[in-house]
């Protein structure tokens, strides 16, 4: 079941994404539109290349935002990796109950990705990870 998962992007904690963006368009990445999120309650933009890992950067929309604990302590960071997932519900249940994660957000829908869910699960040893539902179900 592990072996299902396929991976979809890096997340990276950033302050704002003008200023961030600019180094990984040097490396030739092409930056998607940014997206407010409201659910999450942070900014978001996608940064593409062939041949290269996804990558997505995160920032703060307000003083809630989650990503604000990861600047607050790490500063700029990569911080999640995003696996994509079929049976998504499954899963999540498979990773709480046979590996030891715990759920930190619950599925919500990412409006950044085309409204698929998403959940946020950490183990100790593995740090924080990303859940996204495949859109082919
Ligand atoms: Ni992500």
């Known amino acids: 079941m ?19 963006k600019a180094f990984y368009e040097q490396l030739g990445y092409k930056a998607s539109q940014v997206v407010d999120d409201p659910i999450q309650d942070i900014r978001i933009c996608f940064l593409e290349k062939q041949g290269m890992p996804l990558l997505e950067l995160l920032a703060p929309i ?34 709480r109950k046979e590996h030891k994660f715990v759920r930190v957000s619950k599925p919500a829908p990412a409006c950044a990705i085309n409204n698929r869910r998403v959940a946020f699960m950490f183990r100790k040893d593995v740090g924080l990870i990303e859940l996204l539902e495949s859109d082919a179900k």
């Open 2 to 20: 592990l072996n299902e998962l396929s991976f979809h992007h890096i997340g990276i904690a950033c302050f704002t994404i003008e200023e961030s």
């Open 62 to 95: 307000d003083q809630a935002s989650p990503v604000n604990r990861i600047l607050e302590t790490q500063g700029v960071t990569p911080y999640h990796i995003c696996y994509e997932v079929n049976d998504f519900d499954t899963l999540i249940t498979i990773l």
